[in-house]
T-cell receptor, first 112, second 117 residues
Framework: AQTVTQSQPEMSVQEAETVTLSCTYD???????LFWYKQPPSRQMILVIR??????QNATENRFSVNFQKAAKSFSLKISDSQLGDAAMYFC?????????FGKGTSLLVTP | GAVVSQHPSWVICKSGTSVKIECRSL??????MFWYRQFPKQSLMLMAT?????????EQGVEKDKFLINHASLTLSTLTVTSAHPEDSSFYIC?????????????FGPGTRLTVL
Protein backbone atom coordinates (compact mmCIF):
# COMPACT_ATOMS: atom_id res chain seq x y z
CA ALA A 1 0.00 0.00 0.00
CA GLN A 2 1.17 3.49 -0.78
CA THR A 3 0.94 6.12 1.90
CA VAL A 4 1.54 9.86 1.81
CA THR A 5 2.42 11.74 4.98
CA GLN A 6 2.23 15.47 5.51
CA SER A 7 3.52 16.06 9.00
CA GLN A 8 2.61 19.75 9.22
CA PRO A 9 -1.15 20.27 9.73
CA GLU A 10 -0.65 24.06 9.69
CA MET A 11 2.05 26.43 8.55
CA SER A 12 2.33 30.19 8.59
CA VAL A 13 4.42 32.52 6.45
CA GLN A 14 4.73 36.26 6.10
CA GLU A 15 4.03 37.86 2.78
CA ALA A 16 7.12 37.93 0.51
CA GLU A 17 8.87 35.27 2.59
CA THR A 18 9.63 31.67 1.68
CA VAL A 19 7.99 28.60 3.15
CA THR A 20 8.57 24.88 2.69
CA LEU A 21 5.86 22.26 3.07
CA SER A 22 7.01 18.73 3.72
CA CYS A 23 5.75 15.47 2.28
CA THR A 24 7.02 11.92 2.53
CA TYR A 25 5.65 8.82 0.90
CA ASP A 26 6.06 5.10 1.07
CA UNK A 27 6.01 2.85 -1.97
CA UNK A 28 7.70 -0.16 -3.50
CA UNK A 29 7.05 1.11 -7.00
CA UNK A 30 9.89 2.44 -9.10
CA UNK A 31 7.84 4.38 -11.63
CA UNK A 32 5.42 6.92 -10.27
CA UNK A 33 4.39 10.57 -10.23
CA LEU A 34 4.11 13.10 -7.46
CA PHE A 35 1.93 16.16 -7.27
CA TRP A 36 1.12 19.15 -5.14
CA TYR A 37 -2.44 20.42 -5.31
CA LYS A 38 -3.75 23.63 -3.76
CA GLN A 39 -7.28 23.91 -2.39
CA PRO A 40 -8.24 27.52 -1.56
CA PRO A 41 -11.43 28.39 0.37
CA SER A 42 -13.41 28.00 -2.87
CA ARG A 43 -12.49 24.28 -2.57
CA GLN A 44 -11.42 24.08 -6.22
CA MET A 45 -8.45 21.72 -6.44
CA ILE A 46 -5.68 23.37 -8.44
CA LEU A 47 -2.61 21.56 -9.73
CA VAL A 48 0.47 23.38 -8.48
CA ILE A 49 3.29 21.19 -9.65
CA ARG A 50 4.00 17.73 -11.05
CA UNK A 51 7.13 15.58 -10.77
CA UNK A 52 8.03 12.42 -12.66
CA UNK A 53 9.95 10.04 -10.41
CA UNK A 54 12.38 9.00 -13.15
CA UNK A 55 13.50 12.60 -13.59
CA UNK A 56 16.22 13.72 -11.21
CA GLN A 57 15.68 17.38 -11.97
CA ASN A 58 13.36 19.11 -9.54
CA ALA A 59 10.21 20.56 -11.07
CA THR A 60 9.59 24.29 -10.89
CA GLU A 61 6.59 26.46 -11.74
CA ASN A 62 7.25 30.16 -11.26
CA ARG A 63 7.42 30.73 -7.47
CA PHE A 64 6.80 27.07 -6.70
CA SER A 65 9.54 24.46 -6.68
CA VAL A 66 10.03 21.02 -5.23
CA ASN A 67 12.90 19.23 -3.54
CA PHE A 68 12.50 15.64 -4.69
CA GLN A 69 14.68 13.15 -2.86
CA LYS A 70 13.81 9.75 -4.32
CA ALA A 71 15.99 7.66 -2.03
CA ALA A 72 14.55 9.36 1.02
CA LYS A 73 11.03 9.29 -0.48
CA SER A 74 10.64 12.96 0.22
CA PHE A 75 8.87 15.56 -1.90
CA SER A 76 8.75 19.00 -0.31
CA LEU A 77 7.21 22.13 -1.84
CA LYS A 78 8.91 25.50 -1.59
CA ILE A 79 6.88 28.65 -2.12
CA SER A 80 9.00 31.73 -2.69
CA ASP A 81 7.86 35.35 -2.37
CA SER A 82 4.64 34.22 -0.70
CA GLN A 83 1.49 36.10 -1.61
CA LEU A 84 -1.83 36.45 0.19
CA GLY A 85 -3.41 34.40 -2.57
CA ASP A 86 -1.22 31.45 -1.66
CA ALA A 87 -3.26 30.90 1.49
CA ALA A 88 -4.91 27.52 1.05
CA MET A 89 -4.85 23.87 1.94
CA TYR A 90 -2.00 22.10 0.15
CA PHE A 91 -2.21 18.39 -0.60
CA CYS A 92 0.69 16.19 -1.62
CA UNK A 93 -0.33 13.27 -3.83
CA UNK A 94 1.23 10.15 -5.26
CA UNK A 95 0.22 8.17 -8.33
CA UNK A 96 1.66 4.83 -9.44
CA UNK A 97 -1.22 3.64 -11.57
CA UNK A 98 -4.61 5.15 -11.94
CA UNK A 99 -5.42 6.41 -8.45
CA UNK A 100 -4.12 9.41 -6.57
CA UNK A 101 -3.13 8.85 -2.95
CA PHE A 102 -3.44 12.08 -1.01
CA GLY A 103 -1.82 13.22 2.19
CA LYS A 104 -3.96 14.79 4.89
CA GLY A 105 -2.99 18.28 3.82
CA THR A 106 -1.21 21.31 5.22
CA SER A 107 -3.13 24.51 5.85
CA LEU A 108 -1.00 27.50 4.86
CA LEU A 109 -1.71 30.88 6.41
CA VAL A 110 -0.12 33.95 4.80
CA THR A 111 0.15 37.03 7.01
CA PRO A 112 0.62 40.58 5.73
CA GLY B 1 -6.68 24.01 -21.07
CA ALA B 2 -7.84 21.03 -18.97
CA VAL B 3 -11.03 22.57 -17.60
CA VAL B 4 -13.51 20.41 -15.73
CA SER B 5 -16.94 21.65 -14.73
CA GLN B 6 -19.49 20.29 -12.28
CA HIS B 7 -23.18 20.94 -12.01
CA PRO B 8 -24.82 21.78 -9.73
CA SER B 9 -22.35 23.52 -7.45
CA TRP B 10 -24.73 23.32 -4.54
CA VAL B 11 -27.83 21.21 -3.94
CA ILE B 12 -30.20 20.75 -1.03
CA CYS B 13 -32.64 17.87 -1.09
CA LYS B 14 -35.03 16.01 1.15
CA SER B 15 -34.17 12.66 2.63
CA GLY B 16 -35.19 9.82 0.33
CA THR B 17 -34.80 11.68 -2.94
CA SER B 18 -32.15 11.07 -5.59
CA VAL B 19 -29.65 13.65 -6.72
CA LYS B 20 -27.63 13.67 -9.93
CA ILE B 21 -24.31 15.48 -10.24
CA GLU B 22 -22.73 16.07 -13.65
CA CYS B 23 -19.04 16.28 -14.40
CA ARG B 24 -17.89 17.55 -17.78
CA SER B 25 -14.50 17.96 -19.40
CA LEU B 26 -14.84 21.16 -21.41
CA UNK B 27 -11.74 21.26 -23.58
CA UNK B 28 -10.45 17.71 -23.69
CA UNK B 29 -11.69 14.17 -23.98
CA UNK B 30 -11.67 12.38 -20.64
CA UNK B 31 -10.80 8.72 -20.93
CA UNK B 32 -11.01 8.30 -17.18
CA MET B 33 -13.03 10.18 -14.58
CA PHE B 34 -12.85 9.93 -10.83
CA TRP B 35 -15.31 10.75 -8.08
CA TYR B 36 -14.18 11.85 -4.64
CA ARG B 37 -15.86 12.73 -1.41
CA GLN B 38 -14.44 15.27 1.00
CA PHE B 39 -15.55 15.93 4.56
CA PRO B 40 -14.75 19.28 6.22
CA LYS B 41 -11.07 19.76 6.99
CA GLN B 42 -10.21 16.33 5.62
CA SER B 43 -8.50 14.99 2.57
CA LEU B 44 -10.17 13.62 -0.54
CA MET B 45 -11.48 10.08 -0.46
CA LEU B 46 -11.72 8.25 -3.77
CA MET B 47 -15.15 6.73 -4.28
CA ALA B 48 -14.94 5.30 -7.78
CA THR B 49 -13.19 5.37 -11.12
CA UNK B 50 -14.96 5.27 -14.44
CA UNK B 51 -13.75 4.73 -17.97
CA UNK B 52 -15.86 5.82 -20.92
CA UNK B 53 -18.26 3.09 -21.95
CA UNK B 54 -17.36 0.78 -19.05
CA UNK B 55 -18.80 0.07 -15.65
CA UNK B 56 -17.33 2.06 -12.81
CA UNK B 57 -14.87 0.53 -10.37
CA UNK B 58 -15.82 1.30 -6.79
CA GLU B 59 -13.45 1.58 -3.85
CA GLN B 60 -13.91 -0.74 -0.91
CA GLY B 61 -16.73 0.35 1.34
CA VAL B 62 -18.52 2.44 -1.29
CA GLU B 63 -22.02 1.16 -2.07
CA LYS B 64 -22.39 0.94 -5.84
CA ASP B 65 -26.19 0.76 -5.61
CA LYS B 66 -26.16 3.94 -3.57
CA PHE B 67 -23.77 5.90 -5.73
CA LEU B 68 -24.53 5.24 -9.38
CA ILE B 69 -21.89 6.35 -11.83
CA ASN B 70 -22.35 6.63 -15.59
CA HIS B 71 -19.55 7.64 -17.95
CA ALA B 72 -21.59 7.78 -21.12
CA SER B 73 -19.27 9.86 -23.28
CA LEU B 74 -15.72 11.14 -23.40
CA THR B 75 -16.81 14.45 -21.90
CA LEU B 76 -19.50 13.53 -19.37
CA SER B 77 -19.75 11.46 -16.22
CA THR B 78 -22.63 11.53 -13.76
CA LEU B 79 -22.90 10.55 -10.12
CA THR B 80 -26.39 9.81 -8.82
CA VAL B 81 -26.87 9.58 -5.08
CA THR B 82 -29.94 7.40 -4.71
CA SER B 83 -32.32 7.66 -1.77
CA ALA B 84 -30.12 10.26 -0.16
CA HIS B 85 -29.93 10.50 3.62
CA PRO B 86 -28.38 13.14 5.89
CA GLU B 87 -25.20 11.09 6.25
CA ASP B 88 -24.66 11.47 2.49
CA SER B 89 -24.25 15.21 2.97
CA SER B 90 -20.76 16.05 1.84
CA PHE B 91 -18.64 17.77 -0.79
CA TYR B 92 -18.35 15.70 -3.96
CA ILE B 93 -15.53 16.39 -6.40
CA CYS B 94 -14.87 14.87 -9.79
CA UNK B 95 -11.63 14.78 -11.71
CA UNK B 96 -10.62 13.70 -15.17
CA UNK B 97 -7.60 12.79 -17.15
CA UNK B 98 -7.49 12.32 -20.84
CA UNK B 99 -6.32 12.62 -24.37
CA UNK B 100 -3.71 15.21 -25.18
CA UNK B 101 -2.77 15.78 -21.57
CA UNK B 102 -0.35 14.17 -19.17
CA UNK B 103 -1.99 10.76 -18.79
CA UNK B 104 -0.96 10.58 -15.13
CA UNK B 105 -2.43 13.93 -14.13
CA UNK B 106 -5.95 14.50 -12.85
CA UNK B 107 -7.73 17.80 -13.36
CA PHE B 108 -10.45 18.62 -10.89
CA GLY B 109 -13.91 20.10 -11.10
CA PRO B 110 -15.01 22.79 -8.66
CA GLY B 111 -17.04 20.39 -6.53
CA THR B 112 -20.66 20.00 -5.50
CA ARG B 113 -21.89 20.61 -1.99
CA LEU B 114 -24.75 18.23 -1.17
CA THR B 115 -26.95 18.84 1.84
CA VAL B 116 -29.63 16.28 2.64
CA LEU B 117 -32.31 17.43 5.07
Amino acid sequence: AQTVTQSQPEMSVQEAETVTLSCTYDTSESDYYLFWYKQPPSRQMILVIRQEAYKQQNATENRFSVNFQKAAKSFSLKISDSQLGDAAMYFCAFCAGYALNFGKGTSLLVTP
Amino acid sequence: GAVVSQHPSWVICKSGTSVKIECRSLDFQATTMFWYRQFPKQSLMLMATSNEGSKATYEQGVEKDKFLINHASLTLSTLTVTSAHPEDSSFYICSARGIGLYTDTQYFGPGTRLTVL
